[in-house]
């Protein structure tokens, strides 16, 4: 079974910076893909319509929403099963919870319990 812990998240100013981690735990094997997604809190959508944000494969390719290009830089740990996600010059409209998604090898998707993104003066 395979299971994620995410860290990080909080309130912050717009303009600054935040950073977002997800450890992997149990059987995953490469390859696999990590990504974050995000969803306003509340938002009663299914989890499949959660907003996509970045997305990392085990060999160090990277994809991104237009939105956060050139701000967020998705990282990852293979040995560790570990992705971060470095948010900088954050903007009120980043303000979500930021779910931890993993796809493994055998296209089996895991999700990390979101931590909440505040970005508020």
């Known amino acids: 079974q395979v299971q994620l812990v995410e860290s990080g998240g909080g309130l912050v100013h717009p303009g600054g910076s935040l950073r977002l981690s997800c450890a992997a735990s149990?059987?995953?094997?490469?390859?696999?893909?990590m990504a974050w997604y995000r969803q306003l809190a509340g938002d009663e959508r299914d989890f499949v319509e959660r907003?996509?944000?970045?997305?990392?494969?085990?060999?160090?390719?990277?994809n991104y929403v237009d939105s956060v290009k050139d701000r967020f830089t998705i990282s990852i740990d293979k040995a560790r099963h570990t992705a971060s996600l470095h948010m900088n010059n954050l903007k009120t409209e980043d303000s979500a919870v930021y779910y931890c998604?993993?796809?493994?090898?055998?296209?089996?998707?895991?999700w990390g319990q979101g931590p909440q993104v505040t970005v508020s003066s």
């Open positions: 998604n993993l796809q493994t090898h055998d296209e089996q998707d895991y």
């Open positions: 149990g059987s995953i094997f490469s390859p696999y893909g």
């Open positions: 907003d996509f944000v970045a997305h990392i494969t085990d060999s160090g390719d990277t």
